[in-house]
């Protein structure tokens, strides 16, 4: 179990950060947010989780939260670890550790897991309800973009219609033109006949 504590311990000391962080941000300097800044499901997640990971846990022996065991979540969000906590905590109790991490009941994991299907399980979840929500609104943008394609050609149709009506009307008038340019005034009538 030792060489499974030292794994996960190094993949901490990579320091693991909310990945959706840079998705949140705000740039105050050049007033820019990322795509899912102030959205219900990034604040969703950064809460759910965030209760996940700080709450206390009972019934699980002596330990009650990851703190105990040097896990703890710093100001800015990032998972951090504390070795010499979780060393410690696993040498005076390796069954409780084990026990706090993995019970199948009420174990840490099963309620992490538990709120990650909350939030983005296939189904009933946080993201699956949002994206079918825009996955209904997609299709009723697209439902409407094709009615509007479909009155543009029809005002499109109309509007050549009445230009060709237009262009045979001025094509008359200039035949017209043309025939009354080219009549010859009649000489006045004098009553003389010869």
Not at 74 to 83: A, F, I, P, R, V
Not at 101 to 108: E, H
Request: charged share 25%; glycine share 10%.
């Amino acid at each position: 179990m030792s060489s499974t504590v030292g794994r996960d311990a190094a993949m901490l000391d990579q320091g693991l950060e909310p990945r959706e962080a840079v998705l949140t941000a705000f740039d105050d300097k050049a007033l820019t947010t990322g795509l899912l800044f102030g959205t219900n499901e990034a604040l969703q997640v950064d809460t759910r989780l965030g209760r996940a990971l700080t709450d206390r846990y009972a019934g699980l022996g002596n330990l009650q939260s990851l703190e105990q065991i040097g896990l703890s979540l710093s100001e800015d969000g990032k998972l951090e670890l504390n070795k010499t906590k979780l060393k410690s905590a696993f040498e005076a109790d390796p069954a409780g550790v084990q026990n706090f991490l993995s019970n199948a009941q009420s174990g840490v994991a099963v309620k992490i897991s538990k709120v990650v299907d909350g939030l983005a399980g296939y189904e009933n979840s946080l993201i699956a309800s949002s994206s079918g929500a825009l996955q209904d609104t997609i299709e009723t943008d697209e439902t409407r973009l094709d009615q509007f394609e479909t009155q543009l050609k029809a005002q499109e149709e109309r509007l050549l219609a009445q230009f060709y009506q237009l262009e045979t009307i001025i094509a008359k008038l200039k035949q017209s033109q043309s025939a009354l340019d080219g009549l010859q005034p009649l000489a006045p009538y004098t009553g003389v006949g010869g």
